[in-house]
């Protein structure tokens, strides 16, 4: 699947990202995860690594919370200025393998392992360099991300199905390449329209790689949970909440 990126993603995907993940968008969901973005952020400014259609960084922002965003796609920030409070969000555009923002923040996050959006170690690694050179002195940076589990692949493949609705079947093709950490995907969308194909590469990491990266960014873990919820993160936790700060 060649020249696909985090653009390339988020501007094929814009139209329909907000319908597919609208069941993460309830307050059910959104709330813990507000609650503790604006605990950390404290009295100062927030950046989102990957702001897309402000599912986050709108509710951030009513509680207060001085937001800023940085993505690659500018269809999917055009979905977040259409929202109300979506005009009064500053963005750049660019990768944040390198943020070319200015200054310095309380707290920068990114949500929904779009980390993994990154293409290589060296990309992650680098992110974590450049997050560390905008942190305040006492700021934090937080990810969310899954747990890698190589048992949902076959020989390194995988196909799931997702939606099946009477209009709508999604179906999600995967190749896994373990010895780059890499997957590539086509989710697929069926319609009486026709057919969508939405092409996607990660890069997923470990935990206790992203502690590493940290720690060679100059930073250290200081908490890391289950979920938004701050239940204890244990061997049988799918994915993690974790929060970086200076060392």
Known sequence: MANVDASTYGDRFAGIYDEVHAHLSTPEVVDPMVDVLADLAGGGRALELGIGTGRIALPLAQRGVEVHGL????????KMRE???GEGIPVTFGDF???????????????????????????????????????????????????????????????????????????DLDRHDPTTQTVA???IYITPEGVEMYPVEIRYAWPSELDLMARLAGMRLRSRWADWRRNPFTAASTGHVSIYERA
């Open 71 to 78: 993505d690659a796609s500018e269809a999917m920030v055009a």
């Open 83 to 85: 929202k109300p409070g």
């Open 185 to 187: 995907s086509s989710h």
């Open 97 to 171: 393998e390198q943020p070319e923002v200015e200054g310095r923040y309380s707290l920068i996050y990114v949500v929904f392992n779009t980390l993994f959006a990154l293409p290589s170690q060296e990309a992650q690694v680098n992110c974590f360099r450049s997050v560390a050179e905008h942190l305040t002195d006492d700021g934090a940076f937080l990810i969310e991300a899954f747990v890698p589990d190589m048992t949902r692949f076959d020989r390194d493949q995988r196909v799931s199905t997702g939606i099946v609705e009477h209009d709508l079947v999604s179906i």
